[in-house]
């Protein structure tokens, strides 16, 4: 025989279609960085403490955001970076004339490319005659046309890829097949030279080389020219397209530049080659982040769930796919059914992945919605888009995903708030998603709000206050029509839950009054008698309206009175809460009045 552990356990129950402990200030902050310990719940409540620590990486500056502006505290988990391979979509052969030639894609994009290929003149694969030209952007350029000969692979220069195509096969004149790539984590995309002296170049070969350690928009610029091996030469870098820079720096008798974020090695290098470089030459070069797996943000979840932290929700930080963010909110969602009081009732913020740079904003929109179209999870919460904003660290003003503005928002507001309430304010004046010439440059819900209806947290204006920007709203990846629909709905049965447990777990190993044997009131023997039940519905109805009064609309406590206690040592009970509403929308008519029509009424 085994005994069970005393314990209190509470499972929610979904009430169909259509909150906060200590706690909720505190979170989890899990990803890649370039130093510390792995798998190690740290406390974290100092940006210095945070990068003494760990370093530098997505991790740490979307930690250090978090703190700039609420300055709460954080457990930080690292864990290992792990390679994300480099997507290529199937072919689509649809405009071409016989599909059985069958083009086959090989090789490891250098980017995100948009490729058609089109045939002006046709022939049949194998034989002289047949002419192509490559498109990388979706049709918006092309090469020249080329004689594809008596050869069979195409290689679009720079990319990376090799198309081959199979012998023998007809190509009739203006057909073509198009496919798109993304590129890997953690790599160096396309890289650009740029000349000052167009009539006579300066002659000395740049390359960016390294695995970087967080996404990056290096631009590496000559300040003062020279010949390489010689010193007199300086430079300067940006790693966020130019807006802030490091430098004038010597480059003496270098030829390596090691490029740093801050303090730390973001693990590029510039190289020059021997020969001569002119007053603003440079060489730019995009970079993708680190990714992760989500047997390793599993991992570090089972960590602090086995740890002494309290915390609110987690952070999962780093670009997910659908699948990805899938099994993490699974891991989530299975912490909330352990029993034996072991039950953790949180949540998970992530990402979905960047708008590839030759990808259409419906594109990107189109292929993200298919993406995370099966994933349901009334514990998840996944950001879609990005805003340039301002690392408390470095001063720089990187891209960064909706997820690092969305999390502090949800510590600074009540557990009850929603994150897209516009009374509360616009968001940081640093956010921005648009340019200094203020063209739209990322998504904003205003404009189209696919991403929004498709569950995804998204960033929005509103028409007469352009310039400001908002949350739209705290969208959980639930189903749709589900009461469990927004960020404020979870965090507050969280927290009841957490309440409604510890109330309970003080009546274990308590002794009650049960109803005697023959009693001639109709009540049940050996069920709690009726004082001792009352009083456990006043005790939980009580403590979860002081804690939740001003998150909840109404709460009712119901101890179950046929549980014979006497003999299973069980009391069942149930808490049903009335959430508060969320107004979604709002509808109003204007018109001029009538006179003549109000002379005849009256």
């Given at each position: ?42 406390p ?36 290992p ?18 599909q ?24 049949t ?33 720079g ?21 798109y790539?993304?590129?890997?984590s953690?790599?160096i995309?396309?890289?650009t ?36 091996g ?8 940006s790693?966020?397209?130019g807006?802030t ?48 797996q ?5 991992t ?24 990805v ?12 059914t ?13 990402s ?66 929603d ?6 304010g616009a968001?940081?004046s ?87 044997v ?33 998150s909840?609309s ?9 549980e ?24 109003g008519t ?13």
């Open positions: 025989m085994t005994l069970p552990l005393p314990s209190a356990d509470v499972t929610e129950v979904n009430s169909g279609p259509i909150v906060t402990g200590p706690a909720d200030k505190v979170y989890v902050a899990i990803g890649p960085c370039s130093k510390g310990p792995l798998f190690t719940p740290t974290i409540s100092s940006q210095t403490t945070l990068t003494s620590t760990f370093g530098a990486g997505p991790t740490v500056k979307a930690t250090a955001y978090s703190l700039g502006k609420v300055g709460s505290s954080v457990v930080f988990i690292r864990i970076a792990t390679t994300i391979a480099a997507t290529v979509s199937a072919v689509d052969e649809s405009g071409m004339t016989n059985a030639v069958n083009p086959a894609v090989t090789g490891t994009p250098t980017d995100s490319y948009h490729v058609i290929v089109d045939f002006p003149t046709g022939g694969t194998g034989i002289a005659g047949i002419m192509y030209r490559v498109s990388l952007d979706g049709g918006e350029t092309y090469t020249s046309a080329t004689a594809l000969g008596t050869g069979l692979t195409i290689a679009p220069s990319t990376g890829l090799t198309i081959t195509l199979v012998t023998g096969q007809a190509i009739t004149s203006d057909d073509y097949f198009s496919f790539t993304l590129p890997a953690a790599s995309l396309k890289q030279t740029t000349r000052s002296n167009v009539s006579s170049p300066s002659t000395s070969v740049l390359a960016v080389t390294g695995t970087p350690i967080d996404a990056y928009e290096l631009i590496f610029e000559v300040v003062t020219g020279g010949t390489v010689t010193a007199g030469i300086t430079y300067r870098y790693l966020d397209n807006n820079w490091v430098g004038p720096l010597r480059l003496g008798t270098a030829n390596t530049v090691q490029i740093n974020d801050g303090d730390e090695d973001s693990g590029l290098d510039v190289t020059l080659a021997a020969g001569t470089l002119d007053a603003l030459d440079r060489i730019a070069a995009n970079t993708t982040a680190p990714g992760f989500a047997s390793d943000v599993a570090a979840i089972e960590a602090v769930d086995d740890s002494s932290h309290e915390f609110g929700f987690i952070h999962a930080v780093g670009s997910a796919s659908g699948s963010a899938g099994s993490v909110g699974g891991t989530v969602q299975n912490l909330s352990l029993d034996s009081g072991n039950a953790t009732y949180t949540m998970v913020v992530m979905a992945r960047d708008r590839g740079a030759a990808e259409t904003p419906t594109e990107w929109a189109t292929r993200l919605i298919s993406d995370y179209e099966l994933v349901t999870n009334n514990r998840l919460s996944v950001g879609a888009g990005y805003a340039r904003i301002t690392c408390p660290v470095t001063g720089r003003r990187n891209r960064r995903p909706v997820a690092w503005v969305l999390v502090p928002e949800m510590v600074r507001r009540p557990v009850a708030e994150p897209g309430r516009k009374a509360t968001l940081s640093d956010i921005r998603i648009h340019d200094d010439d203020n063209n739209l440059v990322e998504h904003d819900a205003r404009v189209d709000s696919s991403l929004h209806g498709a569950r995804f947290v998204t960033l929005r204006t509103y028409k007469n206050n352009k310039g400001a920007i908002y949350v739209t709203r705290g969208n959980l990846m639930n189903a749709e029509g589900d009461r469990f629909d927004r960020i404020p709905k979870r965090r507050v049965m969280n927290g009841i839950d957490d309440i409604y447990r510890q109330v309970l777990e003080e009546q274990l190993e308590n002794d009650m009054f049960t109803n005697p023959g009693a001639t009131d109709g009540s049940v023997p050996g069920a709690l008698r009726e004082e001792d039940a009352s009083r456990l519905e006043r005790e939980v109805e009580s403590e979860v309206r002081t804690r939740f009064g001003n909840i109404g709460v009712r406590v119901t101890v179950d009175r046929n014979v206690t006497a003999t299973t040592g069980v009391i069942r009970s149930r808490v049903e809460v009335d959430a508060l509403a969320y107004v979604d929308k709002l509808v204007t018109t001029y009045s009538n006179p003549a029509l109000a002379a005849l009424r009256a």
